[in-house]
């Protein structure tokens, strides 16, 4: 049998809950203060600004279907609008930037308790903080973070559950108490998970085996297994609330299952059995960009030595299965932003590469861990600077190619590599410069949904009452006999990209990148629909 990982030092095994929970504390704080500064402080483009306009208008509800609503993250994005003295928009992105830096105090704190080393810990923790998609996507108005800070709690909860008999954690008196809570609690949070994104379904059958080998070999017993499925209820019942409130409204039970499982119009990709191979390989790209560092070679060594690992062997598996998971439902969820859906399968990579740490330097002198420490601190810091770097490299030679988007006032490369929010206003300029144009009571014509809801966002907070019309939401012409007598604009969906057709005797004139509607030469103003 191979021998556990061991502990660091004996006196820190038998540390009080406030030395692990000032830990927590110190790493949640540093998070925090790099995903706050770097947060979005306004509007930006397709996901995140309909999650910020749904927010603010107090649209629970997506118009996509249950499987989008996300209502855990809109509950705590209008929590946020109410209590942080701060734009909305920058508001919502602080939710995302908390809920980041709880997954990496999570992760800190997870591998402390499964090596005893809080080294392996802050490397677990900064190479997730720093991970390019990740960081983005804790600066950003989503709901992501908010998925992973729900799963590595659930991954805690599990290795508190899973400990050896031997483990010198003091909270450990038997087999069934209080240990049988940490599981209660797994279940609490993977059915809150639920409320917040449907994600959190793909631990459920993993939880769902642990359960039943506990209560195989008596680690737990019926009484606190039927309070663990009671407490997965309690955190899952204001989704399934949801799906009874649409149920009832539509009287069709089965369409609102559907909805709250793949949306309306999601689920081909939702079952989709043939991965695309240009996603994988971007999805692929995009990993290894988040961990250029050591976090994958270590996590490759923690998934070999957890294999070896007899006496964690249940929790290795829950938590290799819970990647391995993760991997195959993204890989084959063809949709153009698949790696974004990769932040659970970072957050145990992280946890992985903690325990790969504690293990590469197991046995070794005490020099050559601290050693292997700088360098993997160091390497982990440069990550501002690669990102940069990359930024700059990718545009110099035109990488991106067919996959540039082009969208008016934004750098794609900018967007797309460097994963810090802040400074990212694009959607906001895009926005003010049609809103200026079209005036109070104008029209803008929007050619994709990406720039609709920096739109509306705008011009609510102006207070005025411009028509936001999107093309390709529509078939056939658009009512241009309605707007008679207002401004027209037009939003391309890329710069350089040409305007619809104008109605008859009317033209576009191009204030770059954007279009206003005016009268043909020679044609008077009376003969013209629109002005």
């Not at 095994?13 to 998070?31: D, E, K, N």
């Not at 639920?194 to 019926?222: D, E, K, M, Q, W």
């Not at 070794?364 to 601290?370: A, C, D, F, S």
Request: glycine share 8%; aromatic share 10%; net charge neutral.
């Amino acid at each position: 049998m191979t021998q556990p990982i061991p502990a660091q030092h004996d006196a820190e095994a038998s540390r009080p809950l406030l030395w692990l929970s000032a830990r927590w504390i110190g790493v949640f704080t540093a998070a925090l203060v790099l995903f706050g500064l770097t947060a979005a402080r306004t509007i930006q483009w397709q996901d995140y600004g309909q999650f910020t306009l749904r927010i603010v208008e107090g649209e629970l509800f997506n118009e996509l279907g249950l499987a989008l609503a996300h209502p855990l993250h809109f509950w705590l994005g209008q929590l946020a609008i109410k209590v942080l003295p701060v734009e909305p928009a920058h508001a919502v992105a602080l939710v995302s930037a908390i809920a980041g830096a709880v997954t990496v105090a999570n992760v800190s704190g997870c591998v402390f308790s499964v090596t005893r080393r809080w080294d392996a810990g802050v490397i677990a923790a900064v190479s997730l903080a720093v991970a390019n998609t990740f960081w983005r996507m804790s600066t950003m108005p989503e709901c992501y973070t908010v998925t992973t800070a729900l799963l590595s709690a659930e991954l805690w909860c599990l290795a508190l559950f899973l400990r050896p008999p031997e483990s010198p954690e003091p909270q450990q008196r038997s087999k069934q108490m209080p240990g049988a809570l940490w599981l209660v609690a797994a279940f609490f949070f993977n059915g809150l998970g639920l409320t917040n994104h449907n994600l959190a379904l793909l631990t459920g059958p993993i939880l769902g085996v642990v359960l039943l080998r506990a209560l195989i070999t008596h680690r737990i017993c019926v009484p606190r297994s039927m309070l663990a499925v009671f407490a997965w209820f309690v955190g899952a019942s204001p989704y399934l609330a949801m799906v009874m409130i649409e149920a009832v409204t539509h009287n069709d039970l089965p369409g609102a299952v559907r909805s709250a499982l793949f949306g309306n119009v999601y689920s081909d990709n939702v079952m989709n059995a043939s991965p695309s191979l240009k996603l994988m390989a971007i999805s692929t790209a995009f990993t290894g960009l988040s961990f250029f560092n050591l976090a994958l070679p270590l996590a490759a060594v923690g998934l070999w030595r957890v294999v070896r690992d007899r006496d964690r062997r249940g929790l290795w598996l829950a938590w290799a299965a819970a990647l391995v998971i993760h991997l195959l439902f993204v890989l084959r969820y063809n949709v153009i932003d698949q790696h974004t859906f990769l932040l659970p399968a970072y957050t145990l990579i992280a946890l992985f590469a903690g325990v790969g740490f504690a293990a590469a330097i197991q046995s070794k002198p005490e020099r050559t861990g601290r050693r292997l420490f700088v360098v993997a601190l160091a390497l982990a810091l440069l990550a501002p600077a690669v990102y940069l770097g990359v930024a700059w490299a990718a545009r110099s030679s035109g990488a991106l190619g067919d996959f540039a988007r082009n969208k008016p006032y934004r750098d794609d490369y900018r967007y797309l590599f460097v994963p810090w929010g802040a400074g990212e206003t694009s959607a906001q300029q895009m926005a003010d410069h049609a809103l200026r144009l079209s005036g109070d009571g104008g029209v803008v014509i929007v050619a994709d949904t990406m720039a609709r809801f920096a739109v509306s966002y705008r011009s609510m907070q102006a207070g005025g009452e411009v028509v936001v019309y999107q093309t390709a939401r529509t078939e056939g012409d658009p009512p241009w006999s309605d707007w008679a007598g207002r401004p027209v604009v037009f939003v391309p969906a890329g710069e350089g990209d040409a305007p619809i057709d104008p109605p008859a005797n009317m033209r576009w004139r191009e204030d770059a990148p954007i279009y206003i509607l005016e009268a043909s030469p020679g044609v008077s103003s009376g003969e013209a629909e629109p002005r």
